[in-house]
């Protein structure tokens, strides 16, 4: 945890009391003491410092001073094929880690239609894995996120519009024969360019699917032999994606 990440109905003017799991990170794992300070933001806000006041119990309670905006959102989408549950909190937090603006979760012929009915999904409830890859990012922006339970609705009436601006499109595939450098070579303009990058299930996306992305122009690209799980496939590729930004 880089970051105490507050909501802002926790403040009490410039004050905030905290116990439970940000509380006990600050006592057990910062060894902080009282007139530390400590980085913060406020989810959706500033960053800034807490001044621990009081420290009694399990309660600890910080002066907060907010001065400085967060990073800006990366330029970058993700189209993700639902993985089983437990890894897809994973996923968030790694994948809002590295830093992208939306994530949308789809359906592909490979995911078991059970991982839509799970308590995470049913409940849109993200918010506390979304919120781990924050506070280890040091960042307070929440990325937008969308639940699509049919594939062909999201890849051709939903996907044309969001594409409209995107000329950078990307599509992680076992079978691509070619590496995300060459699939993305001369889709460049700028180091902010948008982009958006399609990571199917474990088993990898149909034929079926692969064509339909590719009519809407996704360039099909694979990491090379080795078949990675997605929980290693999502932080690997964004970080292709992120180095290729800085080429430009």
Known sequence: MNLILLHPREL?????TLT??????????????????LRVGILGG???????????????????????EPPPFPPTGLILAVPRPIMLKRVLAQAVSMGVSRIFLINANRVEKSFFSSTLIQNN????PLCLGLEQAMDTRLPE??????????????????????????????????TIAQAGKGLWGQPGQRAILAIGPEG??????VQRFKEQGFM????????????????????????LRQLV
Do not use: Y
């Open 125 to 128: 409830d993200f918010t506390e």
């Open 145 to 178: 996120i969308s639940v699509h339970p049919r594939f062909r609705p999201f890849v051709e009436d939903f996907l044309p519009e969001l594409l409209r601006e995107c000329p950078v499109r990307l599509l992680a595939h076992p079978e691509g024969n070619q």
């Open 20 to 37: 439970g799991r940000r509380a006990e990170h600050i006592r057990k794992i910062l060894r902080a003491t009282i007139g530390d300070n």
């Open 46 to 68: 500033l960053l800034g410092t807490g001044c621990i006041r009081e420290m009694i119990g399990n309660t600890v309670v910080l002066q907060v001073h907010l001065t400085t």
């Open 204 to 209: 990898g996306w149909v034929d079926f699917e």
């Open 12 to 16: 009490t003017g410039q004050h905030v």
């Open 220 to 243: 099909p690209f694979s990491l090379g032999a080795r078949i990675l799980r997605v929980d290693t496939a999502v932080p690997a590729l964004l970080a292709q994606l992120s180095l």
